[in-house]
């Protein structure tokens, strides 16, 4: 039944294998809708029997397409065709010919566009209130603003009613609502989706983004709609890289102790203490440097005359109507007014002056990781005081696009007061793969939900599915990326899928013998199981005798419990076999014991 189906891209490809129409899954979508009974997420739904008429154009299901029959939605400050953009004011509505380029790849993978979602108005706010449409709820806790400006773009994933969503981000806006309605936001390099047939708010800033339920979605979506467009004189021709396993020391800057903000609120701080800590369960090292450099970057993007971008977009009608743009946007755009062009130039020496400064606390460093927000805001906070906490949901998010850096916002376990928490890993421009691979981290073992839906991150079904023709392979030793008998896989055609853990029934031993040095898994109910991290790797079932051909005994291919309780196949070792091998389960990751024992 698809109402006890995720909308991951995995399980829904799955169910579309098994027989599932795209008619169902958009009558399902409708009944999704009804039951979140939210005005507030659409500015524009789209007919239903009009997208049941385009699921049926679709016909039968084709893998090749790889977005086939994937419902999404979009922000109302991107085109679609035929249907109105407002970006939330009604006054400054037009009507487009054709698709967004971002919108065109989309439907040209086989996405099916539900509908246009709201937003702060002319993208204007990290909040989700400022729209003459009424605001969205939270996905997760109504009581929580939503998060701006793609607000409904976030609510819309975080309720599972489609696979992904677009978004734009200047400031934070494809990331903060990700954070408040635990899910993955995408903030690609700064020209890699064209901006063509997007409503600028800081066109030199400006990109869209992509929400979605899991780092691999996201990541995928991003792979469709990506690419160099003529038309935009932004565009960049960045090449396309895929998601890889970390597996050689990354360095990590995060905010050290003394310029670390989180307004107060101990338990954001606990929470990003305890998700700082993984990186060591990554193999990563962690290094705190000075953030103010990167606070007096972030001050800019308001204080400074980028505002003097978003005056640019809507001048006319400021000059015309100023009534008919909300009040908190007209106070913060005509700003602007009070500017000149020599205040510019200075704002533009100034970043340049920041920049050098931050330059000798990014050297070295692989990525940058920060809480996506420092805190959470309710939305009668906003209604008591409109820009402060505005203001301060910026803290991580505002001096991104102004370094021209790349980002992945990504859910991490609950804080302790069940709200949901989040990092955002930042990398240099290009290095989205790099982002975006360390975000995934954060995904195994990680206990959460889906958004705000009852589907834990964990189910089978939210896990990409092997094709009939490969065999799903967990290996935990020196089969692994990076060591010395990798190339055994990798020369018959195999490929990476995932990083996993196995259930807490193993014990793991360094067997005796070697070079190389091989461990041994043994299923066990001694008190020294253990969990142990494992690569799943997919593997050409026409490969898999001359594979088998090659492993010495004790060792030998079984049946893995994985610690989501899914089964997998993988190397086991003969209980005869561990005589005279070390124990290391306590370790309970081959790289850790191979770095301890150098």
């Not at 698809?2 to 009558?27: C, H, N």
């Not at 979140?36 to 659409?42: H, K, Q, S, Y």
């Amino acid at each position: 039944m698809l109402t006890d189906l995720p909308f991951t891209l995995s399980s829904l490809q799955k169910a579309y294998q098994a027989g599932t129409r795209p008619a169902d899954v958009i009558e399902e979508v409708f009944t999704r809708l009804e039951a979140v009974n939210d005005p507030g997420i659409f500015i524009h739904l789209c007919d239903k029997e009009s997208l049941l008429a385009q699921a049926d154009t679709l016909g039968t299901y084709d893998p090749d397409m790889p977005l086939w029959g994937i419902p999404f939605a979009a922000k109302d400050n991107i085109d679609v065709g035929g249907i109105s953009t407002t970006a939330a004011c009604p006054a400054y509505a037009y009507l487009p010919d054709e698709d967004a380029f971002v919108i065109a790849k989309l439907r040209a993978a086989g996405a099916l566009m539900i509908g246009k979602t709201n937003l702060d108005q002319f993208a204007t706010g990290l909040v989700g209130v400022r729209t003459p449409f009424g605001a969205p709820l939270n996905a997760i806790d109504p009581e929580i603003v939503p998060g701006g400006s793609s607000g409904g773009s976030g609510v819309i994933v975080g309720h599972g009613i489609v696979s992904f969503s677009l978004g734009t981000d200047t400031a934070g806006s494809g990331r903060v609502p990700a954070a408040l309605n635990n899910i993955v936001g995408l903030k690609p390099s700064l020209g890699t989706l064209s901006a063509t047939g997007v409503v600028p708010a800081c066109r030199t800033l400006d990109t869209v983004s992509i929400f979605a339920m899991t780092v691999d979605d996201a990541y995928r979506v991003f792979a469709v709609a990506r690419g160099f467009d003529d038309r935009d004189a932004y565009s960049k021709p960045l090449r396309h890289k895929e998601m890889f396993p970390i597996t050689e020391p990354m360095k990590i800057g995060v905010p050290d102790k003394n310029s670390i903000e989180f307004f107060g609120d101990q338990v954001q701080a606990t929470a990003f203490s305890r998700d700082v800590e993984r990186f060591a369960d990554f193999g990563m090292e962690v290094v705190p440097i000075d953030f103010e450099p990167f606070y007096s970057i972030a001050r800019m993007l308001y204080q400074g005359a980028w505002v003097a971008e978003r005056y640019t977009v809507i001048e006319d009608l400021l000059k015309s109507d100023p009534g008919l743009v909300h009040p908190v946007t007209r106070q913060i755009i005509t700003h602007a007014e009070t500017m000149s062009a020599a205040d510019a130039f200075r704002g533009m020496y100034r970043l340049a002056d920041l920049k050098r400064m931050a330059e000798p606390l990014l050297e070295g460093l692989d990525a940058l990781c920060v809480p996506t927000i420092p805190t959470f805001y309710t939305v009668s906070d906003l209604q008591a005081d409109p820009v402060t906490p505005n203001n301060n949901f910026g803290t991580y998010t505002n001096f991104v696009n102004l370094l021209d850096m790349c980002g992945m916002a990504v859910p991490t376990a609950p804080r302790s007061d069940g709200r949901p928490g989040s990092v955002t890993i930042l990398a240099n421009a290009g290095m989205d793969a790099t982002a975006a691979s360390i975000a995934r981290c954060f995904e195994t073992g990680c206990t959460r939900n889906l958004g705000a839906t009852q589907f834990p991150l964990t189910d089978p079904e939210t896990l990409p599915s092997a094709p009939a023709d490969r065999l799903e392979l967990a290996v935990c030793g020196a089969h692994m990326s990076g060591l010395p008998l990798n190339h055994h896989l990798t020369d018959l055609g195999a490929t990476f899928v995932r990083t996993a853990n196995t259930a807490s029934k193993y014990q793991f031993y360094a067997l005796a013998g070697g070079p190389p040095a091989r461990p041994g898994l043994v299923r066990s109910d001694a008190s020294s199981a253990a969990s142990v991290a494992v690569e799943i790797w997919s593997l050409p079932k026409a490969a898999v005798g001359s594979f088998l051909q090659g492993i010495p005994a004790p060792l030998g291919i079984g049946s893995i419990e994985l610690s989501d309780q899914s089964w997998v196949k993988g190397f086991l070792c003969e209980a005869l076999g561990v005589k005279g091998a070390t124990e290391i389960s306590h370790l309970g990751d081959w790289r850790k014991y191979l770095s301890e024992a150098a």
